[in-house]
């Protein structure tokens, strides 16, 4: 493989196809987190920079060195309409590896989506153009461009490993991630999971308002009789 450890753009890669993002329906990022066991939530830390609606797409994976963007710029060389980058950036929230130049070939390319382990900058830009961008926070400090980094590399975003090609959702509440292979498994799960919660709303609107296995559970613990 061209370069070196640390230093590298793995590609091509698989990317789930327009039937496959289809078959996850309307479900929220929150709904495809339960269906996985709850795994796969990106954490608190990363918001929308914007009330951005909800969005669906491929991993575009980069890794890249603190205060360092280099490898961002190979990466939007090989995006494709439809894919959400996410980015690593060892943990730095000093630079901002992502704003309005960028975000203006992002939206040009088709880009979906941007997640930022890490700040960004031109909040007023990104809601301009109306490109959903989630980060740690703003920071208007700039990066350089020398690298090391990767693209198409596994990362880490969020306490959560991403690879590229994998399912992408987020929405106000935040990000999940779906492994590629699992994607097709849990697109059914999630679908079903809406089912039951439409089922329960309307338990709800009926007058059930607290479901009757709660006690259940309850008197199994011998915690009520």
Same mark, same amino acid.
């Given at each position: 493989?061209?370069?070196?450890?640390?230093?590298?753009?793995?590609?091509?890669?698989?990317?789930?196809?327009?039937?496959?993002?289809? %078959?996850?329906?309307?479900?929220?990022?929150?709904?495809? $987190?339960?269906?996985?066991?709850?795994?796969? %939530?990106?954490? @608190?830390?990363?918001?929308?920079?914007?009330?951005?609606?909800? =969005?669906?797409?491929? $991993?575009?994976?980069?890794?890249?060195?603190?205060?360092? +963007?280099?490898? #961002?710029?190979?990466?939007?060389?090989?995006?494709?309409?439809?894919?959400?980058?996410?980015?690593?950036?060892?943990?730095?929230?000093? +630079?901002?590896?992502?704003?309005?130049?960028?975000?203006?070939?992002?939206?040009?390319?088709?880009?979906?989506?941007?997640? &930022?382990?890490?700040?960004?900058?031109?909040?007023? $830009? #990104?809601?301009? &153009?109306? /490109?959903?961008?989630?980060?740690?926070? #703003?920071?208007? +400090?700039?990066?350089?461009?020398?690298?090391?980094?990767?693209?198409?590399? =596994? =990362? %880490?975003?969020?306490?959560?490993?991403?690879?590229?090609?994998?399912?992408?959702?987020?929405?106000?509440?935040?990000?999940?991630?779906?492994?590629?292979?699992? @994607?097709?498994?849990?697109?059914?799960?999630?679908?079903?999971? &809406? *089912?039951? *919660?439409?089922?329960?709303? $309307?338990?709800?609107?009926?007058?059930? /308002?607290?479901?009757?296995?709660?006690?259940?559970?309850?008197?199994?613990?011998?915690?009520?009789?």
């Amino acid at each position: 493989m061209p370069g070196k450890p640390g230093f590298r753009v793995h590609a091509p890669w698989r990317r789930p196809d327009a039937a496959l993002l289809a %078959a996850f329906g309307t479900a929220s990022p929150a709904q495809v $987190a339960d269906s996985m066991s709850r795994l796969g %939530a990106m954490d @608190a830390g990363i918001r929308p920079v914007w009330p951005s609606p909800r =969005i669906i797409g491929s $991993a575009l994976t980069v890794w890249c060195h603190t205060g360092d +963007n280099l490898m #961002l710029h190979k990466a939007l060389s090989l995006a494709e309409a439809g894919d959400i980058v996410v980015m690593n950036t060892q943990g730095n929230v000093a +630079n901002s590896g992502f704003g309005e130049l960028l975000a203006t070939s992002a939206v040009k390319i088709g880009v979906r989506g941007v997640i &930022m382990d890490g700040t960004v900058r031109d909040a007023d $830009a #990104l809601e301009a &153009m109306k /490109l959903p961008v989630y980060s740690r926070g #703003l920071c208007p +400090n700039s990066c350089q461009k020398d690298g090391p980094g990767e693209v198409g590399a =596994i =990362i %880490a975003c969020g306490g959560v490993a991403v690879r590229p090609g994998d399912v992408i959702l987020a929405d106000c509440d935040g990000i999940t991630v779906v492994p590629l292979d699992d @994607a097709p498994e849990v697109a059914q799960m999630a679908v079903a999971l &809406m *089912e039951r *919660e439409h089922a329960r709303l $309307a338990e709800i609107a009926k007058g059930m /308002l607290v479901r009757p296995e709660i006690d259940e559970t309850l008197r199994t613990l011998k915690i009520i009789d």
